[in-house]
């Protein structure tokens, strides 16, 4: 008989009946977004590379008193930033002057400056490890191998992102169970850490198959899916999953509620929604004045087209944290 669809190494390794996952939002995730995927059987991952580790920790609890489905938690191996170390309060209100007003306008909270407090990575995992969580995903680099190893004596799966082949080998060669061929559709930072970003800009659709002939670990494809034909056709490519980020952080009505009303503590709803509209995966979007702030009629309409696609999340049952 032959396989459906969704059973892939992917969905088998992550223990997930669809194996699509819902990217890590760093600084944008939501408990219950990353549970309620989760639940409808799908892989929900949460971005928590800001966070200290006790905040991380909380976050974990609360993932699991809503689902005890697999969910990823992803981190960010390299936590350097140079830039916010020399960062001060007037750099920062600098920068605010410019988004204050549209923060006001959608009653969000303004963000208030906090100096540089560097997390190690090392500290953020260690979380991860104890509270054996059931996935780790993490971009930007390959952890140190005692994580590693740790992670597959505790029975962690573990996901890296790559942006070129030869990072897809390196994850490989350090024992990472599955890789993330991220193309340069793909929404949020470029992940590279072998090349430079100006470097490592294939796309997609060339990434993707290149991946799969370089490694031999199973290969999720992201950038740019937005639908079935985008699952369709990343399968088509040799990929044995999907992760899409920008989409389903505009499909549902509560993510946008997320936007409005959540994230105005830590991030602002322009500066995220925008970051969204300048993801190639909408290139032509335009600006429509009875659109919720900073979407645009075609999320709108591509929203519903993934809504369709999601057919796992019903309307309404996501609340945003
Ligand atoms: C706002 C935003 C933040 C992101 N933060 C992270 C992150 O912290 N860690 C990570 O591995 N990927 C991150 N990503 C990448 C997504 O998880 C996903 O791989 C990517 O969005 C897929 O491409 P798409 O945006 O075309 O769907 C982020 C993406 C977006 C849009």
Redesign the pocket.
């Known amino acids: 008989m032959s396989k459906r669809w969704n059973q892939t190494r992917v969905a088998s390794a992550l223990g997930v009946q669809y194996p699509i996952i819902q990217?890590?939002?760093?600084?944008?995730s939501s408990q219950r977004l990353t549970a309620a995927v989760s639940n409808f059987g799908g892989l929900g991952?949460f971005?928590s590379?800001g966070l200290e580790p006790h905040a991380i920790k909380d976050v974990i609890a609360e993932i699991r008193s809503l689902t005890s489905k697999p969910f990823a938690m992803?981190l960010?191996v390299s936590m350097e930033d140079p830039g916010a170390a020399v960062s001060d309060a007037t750099a920062f209100q600098r920068a605010l002057s410019h988004l204050a007003p549209h923060i006001k306008a959608v009653e969000g909270t303004q963000p208030t400056f906090s100096p540089y407090n560097a997390i190690r990575f090392e500290d953020q995992a260690r979380v991860l490890l104890d509270a054996k969580v059931p996935v780790f995903?993490?971009?930007f680099g390959i952890p140190p191998k005692e994580i590693l190893d740790e992670a597959g004596k505790q029975g962690i799966i573990t996901i890296g992102?790559a942006t070129t082949p030869d990072e897809a080998l390196a994850l490989e060669q350090a024992g990472v169970n599955l890789v993330?061929a991220?193309g340069f559709?793909?929404?949020?930072?470029r992940?590279s850490f072998l090349r430079s970003s100006e470097d490592s800009l294939t796309g997609t659709i060339s990434l993707v198959p290149q991946t799969v002939d370089a490694v031999r670990i199973p290969v999720i494809a992201?950038?740019?899916?937005?639908d079935a034909r985008g699952i369709a056709a990343a399968f088509a490519l040799g990929a044995e999953g999907v992760?899409?980020?920008?989409?389903p952080?505009t499909t549902c009505r509560a993510a946008m509620r997320t936007c409005r009303y959540s994230f105005g503590q830590r991030i602002t709803p322009i500066v995220?929604t925008k970051?969204?509209a300048r993801?190639?995966?909408f290139p032509s979007a335009k600006r429509d004045r009875n659109m919720p702030s900073g979407l645009t009629k075609t999320h709108m309409r591509r929203s519903r087209t993934l809504r369709s696609t999601w057919r796992f999340i019903p309307r309404g049952s996501i609340q945003s944290k």
């Open positions: 990217g890590p939002l760093g600084g944008s991952s971005g590379h992803n960010w995903s993490f971009i992102t993330v991220s559709e793909a929404g949020g930072h992940g992201a950038g740019g899916i937005a992760q899409m980020g920008t989409h952080s995220r970051a969204i993801t190639t995966a």
